[in-house]
């Protein structure tokens, strides 16, 4: 998630880019830059760190100019440095290129632009699409922006300028955010609404595939099929905090809301549909002869992190049918596990920060034990001191309850379980086939769930009353019954506990009565009439239940007080669904409770201290 705004009118462009950079600040921030068309050359001013930096650079060596895009940057594909950093131009430093997103079939499209003899000057994905426009540029830079765009896969907002077709910037949108802000003889582009609120607060929403020209005094819009349309004008009401959030109460909201875009973003690019296969090789350098006889994976993560390792163990040992553990950090390096050079030990951490896992990874290293992170923010200390890592690609998570990244973190253990079960050949290429297909299908299943956001908020309200609750899971949704608990517990200070819905017999159900209500996930799995015993055993305690259960399954609805309907999808994927109306559950009952939601008590984002 990185933050575009584009300016065109009589004012000093610089300064109006800079001012819209700094309001989509959240987006990201490890590099920025702003280029503008002076005088028929491009001027440009990059920088790595957060705005103030780019600001300083600007002080010394200001931009004049009334034409520019600028870009702040979240890093998905290479590293946080100055040559990484937006805009990005061709090989003639004519054309200039600010983009959010992701270019699946960059790799693809690179080797090609390098065999016709194009130059990169950066790791991103982002450059191949200023080259590409490069090769179809004969004077309009609409139709080579539009020509350009129909080789690329993927997600993408963009703003193009180029020196040969001035007075114009292109913008472009698929499967990422990207506005219009209209002006008196001034437009705008911009990711987000709050860049604008200043200047106009007459805005057009892009559709997907819409490729529009902004002239000063003109906009004009073209759809997916090159044809001219018309999108309606919005008048925005909002003040700047309200569209910092997205129009969203919390920034906690706003980030499960995120979730089919964060998850999306975090497989495109690594998964091909078609050819049944991962690209992770690309990112991770990890040998096959080492997979292949690797003894076990210690995943070690606090938290949420450690609840998605939980989910990261079924999928490694199921998959890819390696031994794993899962460790708490903080515990890790005090029962002294047996690392040696045929294990791999997978750090997970959203910030990278945290001191507990930070320990494990040295311990890791110091006994020669290969490492990965999977962490959120690139540049993180995990992040440059495992041997490899792999990016969640879900954009700053700024509510102190990880929703997002959760998420994002489980898509990459999936991606990781598939691309070594298809190296160690433990699926066959039907299965393959079948799990991609599946994998492909998430976001828009999240999507779906999200819609029920009214019927989980109604059902929280009724259950604002009571102070302990049960969460029941089984298998690979046990991890979620803790995920669950522990957004409940954190955010609305209600004594909530995760089980294995098998073990409640042990001991837990002793708690059960009219005043602890039970949260079962019995989505339909092989384990499905196991779940409905344990509902069974919890009710004959006179427990209330909440089930989390597949559309079309009406023997749950005789057997439980409340239900709420998934979508359907393989087993496997559950838990990636299962956890978004546990997130939006917990959500309302902490609104409800008057809780502040994004930073609540006595937590902190990153816990950087033992
Ligand atoms: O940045 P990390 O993923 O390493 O953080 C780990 C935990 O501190 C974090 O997941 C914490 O449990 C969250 N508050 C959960 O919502």
Redesign the pocket.
């Known amino acids: 998630m990185c933050g575009i705004v584009g300016y065109i009118g009589s004012k000093s462009a610089g300064e109006v880019i800079l001012d819209g950079l700094h309001r989509l600040e959240y987006r990201g921030y490890d590099s920025a830059g702003i280029a503008v068309v002076l005088n028929g050359k491009l001027e440009i001013r990059r920088s790595v760190g957060k705005l103030n930096q780019l600001n300083k650079v600007l002080e010394s060596r200001p931009l004049k100019g009334s034409i520019g895009i600028g870009h702040t940057r979240w890093a998905t594909h290479g590293r946080p440095c100055e040559e990484n950093a937006h805009p990005h131009t061709d090989c003639k430093d004519k054309i200039v290129v600010v983009h959010n997103g992701i270019i699946e079939n960059y790799l693809e499209l690179k080797n090609k632009l390098i065999s016709g003899g194009h130059r990169f000057k950066s790791e991103t994905d982002t450059e191949i699409i200023v080259h590409l426009i490069e090769k179809h540029f004969s004077g309009n830079l609409l139709n080579a922006t539009q020509k350009a765009l129909s080789e690329v896969r993927g997600a993408y907002a963009l703003g193009v300028i180029c020196t040969d077709d001035p007075d114009h910037i292109i913008a472009a949108r698929q499967d990422a955010p990207l506005i219009i802000g209209l002006g008196e003889d001034e437009n705008f582009i911009a990711s987000d609404i709050p860049a604008l609120l200043p200047y106009t607060r007459k805005m057009i929403f892009l559709e997907e595939g819409d490729i529009a020209e902004l002239r000063r005094n003109k906009v004009r819009i073209f759809d997916k099929k090159k044809k001219e349309v018309k999108r309606q004008v919005k008048n925005i009401t909002w003040d700047r905090v309200q569209a910092e959030k997205g129009g969203f109460k919390h920034f906690m909201l706003k980030e499960i809301y995120e979730q089919p875009q964060a998850i999306r973003e975090t497989f495109l690019g690594r998964l091909n549909p078609e050819k049944g296969v991962t690209y992770l090789k690309e990112e991770i350098k990890i040998a096959d002869s080492f997979l292949k006889s690797m003894s076990k994976i210690y995943i070690v993560?606090?938290?949420?992190?450690y609840h998605a390792g939980l989910v990261g163990k079924f999928l490694f040992e199921n998959l890819s049918l390696i031994p794993a553990e899962v460790d708490i950090a903080s515990e890790f390096r005090y029962r002294c596990p047996v690392l040696d050079r045929n294990a791999l030990t997978i750090i997970?951490?959203?910030?990278?920060?945290?001191a507990d896992?930070i320990a494990a990874l040295r311990l890791a290293k110091k006994n020669k034990c290969n490492t990965l992170a999977i962490c959120n923010v690139m540049g993180s200390t995990a992040s440059r001191e495992a041997d490899n890592v792999l990016y969640t690609r879900c954009g700053p998570e700024i509510g102190?309850?990880?929703t997002k990244?959760f998420t994002g973190q489980l898509t990459v253990l999936y991606l990781l379980a598939l691309d070594w079960a298809i190296k160690r050949k433990t699926l066959t290429a039907k299965k393959r086939k079948e799990i991609i297909d599946n994998f492909w299908e998430v976001p828009s299943k999240v999507s779906e769930i999200l819609k029920k956001d009214k019927e989980i908020s109604s059902l929280a309200k009724e259950f604002t009353a009571k102070r302990d609750f049960l969460y029941l899971g089984r298998n690979l949704n046990y991890p979620i019954a803790l995920e669950g608990a522990?957004?409940l517990k954190?955010i609305s200070y209600i004594h909530a506990e995760g089980y294995p819905a098998g073990e409640m017999k042990h001991g837990p159900i002793a708690l059960i009565d009219e005043d602890m209500p039970v949260m079962v996930i019995a989505t339909r799995s092989k384990i499905y009439e196991k779940v409905l015993s344990n509902i069974e055993e919890a009710r004959a305690r006179g427990g209330t239940i909440i089930a989390l259960a597949t559309e079309g399954d009406k023997e749950i609805k005789a057997k439980t007080e409340h239900q709420i309907y998934l979508p359907h999808l393989d087993e496997l994927f559950s838990p990636l669904l299962n956890v978004i109306p546990m997130q939006l559950f917990a959500y309302y009952m902490a609104v409800f409770l008057g809780c502040d939601v994004d930073q609540p008590r006595n937590?902190a984002k990153?816990?950087t201290v033992e």
């Open positions: 993560a606090c938290g949420t992190s997970i951490s959203q910030s990278g920060e945290t896992t102190v309850a990880s990244a522990l957004k954190e937590l990153s816990v």
